[in-house]
């Protein structure tokens, strides 16, 4: 009997506030992901953790990182580089930082490389995304929609409390009887 490795997946929020992430300071993935996440919603706060994503010691900075973030108490967290080659994103090939994401007590989302780069990372985040704008549109909910819908929601709860106030104003007005229109059929003989 196996165990299927779904069952460790945590669902993203869908209305995070605050979102970390790791990421190189100065490298395109964070500034995409910046953009990104301000146009769908400039409301959301993001929190950089700037990790050295290349070289030896990576794997520890990633770590850090991590650890890091869940200490700011963030949302969901973006853990990932830009693509690069094989050895670029061998850290995320690490079992520390494996461990890390996957004993993370907040969500992540893998945003390591480009469409076709696989690491194990992307296997033991909570959800995997092809690139790190694919990441920044699953972790940020798109303000104006949400406020669409909360507007549409109001009327609707408005209507509804109109609805229900005039039915009591006509129950009150009858005396708090209901007149019912009888069938000639339902009446007894």
């Excluded at 990421?23 to 395109?28: D, K, W």
């Excluded at 070289?55 to 830009?82: F, T």
């Amino acid at each position: 009997m196996g165990c299927s490795h779904e069952e460790y997946k945590r669902p993203i929020p869908q209305f995070g506030k605050k979102v970390g992430i790791v990421t190189a300071s100065s490298g395109a993935a964070v500034r995409i992901v910046i953009e990104y996440c301000r146009q769908k919603n400039p409301y959301v706060q993001l929190i950089l953790c700037p990790a050295k994503v290349q070289g030896k010691a990576q794997r520890k900075v990633v770590v850090q990182g991590i650890r890091m973030l869940e200490e700011q108490d963030v949302d969901v967290m973006i853990v990932g580089r830009g693509g690069g080659s094989i050895e670029d994103l061998w850290a995320f090939n690490e079992e520390i930082v494996a461990r890390a994401i996957f004993e993370s007590r907040v969500p992540v989302i893998s945003a390591v490389g480009h469409e076709t780069d696989t690491t194990i990372a992307d296997y033991v985040a909570d959800l995997r995304a092809p690139t790190p704008s694919a990441a920044a549109e699953l972790a940020v909910y798109e303000y104006q929609a949400a406020e669409n819908l909360m507007k549409e929601y109001q009327m609707r709860l408005s209507s509804a409390v109109l609805k229900k106030a005039e039915q009591n104003r006509q129950y009150l007005k009858t005396g708090g009887t209901e007149t019912a229109a009888v069938s000639p059929k339902a009446e007894a003989p």
